[in-house]
């Protein structure tokens, strides 16, 4: 991106170029992403911490890549929060067909990669 160390402040205009995406539309995007907040100086000056970088970064793949909407890119980094804050299962679930066990097992890696 710059020279800066990796966990360094960027400003607006350092995300839209690394991004590729003009700073208008960063600037709409926190207004439809209650989860985009930019840290913001004396004078509206935006700050994107890296963890704002990398949520631009995958809204911009989830709208320009693969087709979701604003609104349907929204409900997706939702639910895919409500799914990381979900509890680990009290008990482990009971040995079945290892044969089964193995086709889920490389289904869940499958999907991974296909979220990722």
Partial sequence: MTDKAPDAFR???????ALSIQPHVLRYWEEQFPMLRPVKR?????????EDVELLAV??????????????????????????????????????DPQLVADLIALRAQLARALA
């Fill in 59 to 96: 809204i911009d793949r989830l709208v320009h890549r693969e087709g979701f909407t604003l609104r349907g890119a929204k409900k997706w980094l939702q639910s895919r929060d409500k799914m990381e804050l979900a509890p680990e299962p009290v008990a482990p679930a009971p040995a079945g």
């Fill in 42 to 50: 004396a004078g509206g000056r935006r700050l994107y911490r890296p």
């Fill in 11 to 17: 400003t607006i205009g350092e995300v839209s170029k």
